[in-house]
T-cell receptor, first 109, second 115 residues
Framework: GQNIDQPTEMTATEGAIVQINCTYQTSGFNGLFWYQQHAGEAPTFLSY??LDGLEEKGRFSSFLSRSKGYSYLLLKELQMKDSASYLCAACDSNYQLIWGAGTKLIIKP | ETGVTQTPRHLVMGMTNKKSLKCEQH?????MYWYKQSAKKPLELMFVYSLEERVENNSVPSRFSPECPNSSHLFLHLHTLQPEDSALYLC??????????????FGPGTRLTVL
């Protein structure tokens, strides 16, 4: 079956760095997405990785290892506004997104 | 503001009611989606439309009935729902379907409570 695993909740301190991991098992693979969702708001696109390696976009970076079925989202210089849920989604061979349950990130001062 | 709007934002209905959720996208996209989001569960894809034609229906109960009159509007008609249908219903759009790089843009959702 197809499955996405990510931690349910993480806590970090303002100004610090946090890494949110995601492992996936899909029928075929056409890339991995990360979305951010603030409470009561729409999920918004953060990143897309299809090749192995690290992609940096400001304070956020996303990493992919296709051989390990593994990705992570790295958030640097954490700010209070980064408190949100982070959703991992893998695109399968039918170009359908398989979603994880999301990781709720709590930032403390 | 993602360019996708949903109304109403909150809805409370009894099991015998009939209601409709509305989604509108202002992005010129050709594909639209309905998702169900329950607490601590992955997003569940319900329906996909491409150029007003339904291309995906993931075994959704018939008490949920989608309608796509044009590429900018998507409705979800609800009737005789069950309490377990209470969830956040998200609408999304993308330029096309069937391409991996097509980012989906989400609306803010309708929080549905079935009593």
């Amino acid at each position: 079956g197809q499955n996405i695993d990510q931690p349910t909740e993480m806590t970090a301190t303002e100004g610090a760095i946090v890494q949110i991991n995601c492992t996936y098992q899909t029928s075929g693979f056409n890339g991995l997405f990360w979305y951010q969702q603030h409470a009561g708001e729409a999920p918004t696109f953060l990143s897309y990785n299809v090749l192995d390696g690290l992609e940096e976009k400001g304070r956020f970076s996303s990493f992919l290892s296709r051989s390990k079925g593994y990705s992570y989202l790295l958030l640097k210089e954490l700010q209070m506004k980064d408190s949100a849920s982070y959703l991992c989604a893998a695109c399968d061979s039918n170009y359908q997104l398989i979603w994880g349950a999301g990781t709720k990130l709590i930032i403390k001062p | 503001e993602t360019g996708v709007t949903q109304t109403p934002r909150h809805l409370v209905m009894g099991m015998t009611n009939k209601k409709s959720l509305k989604c509108e996208q202002h992005l010129g996209h050709n594909a639209m989606y309905w998702y169900k989001q329950s607490a601590k569960k992955p997003l569940e894809l319900m329906f996909v439309y491409s150029l007003e034609e339904r291309v995906e229906n993931n075994s959704v109960p018939s008490r949920f009935s989608p309608e796509c009159p044009n590429s900018s509007h998507l409705f979800l008609h609800l009737h005789t729902l069950q309490p377990e249908d209470s969830a956040l219903y998200l609408c999304a759009s993308s330029q096309e379907t069937g391409t991996p790089t097509d980012t989906q843009y989400f609306g803010p959702g309708t929080r549905l409570t079935v009593l």
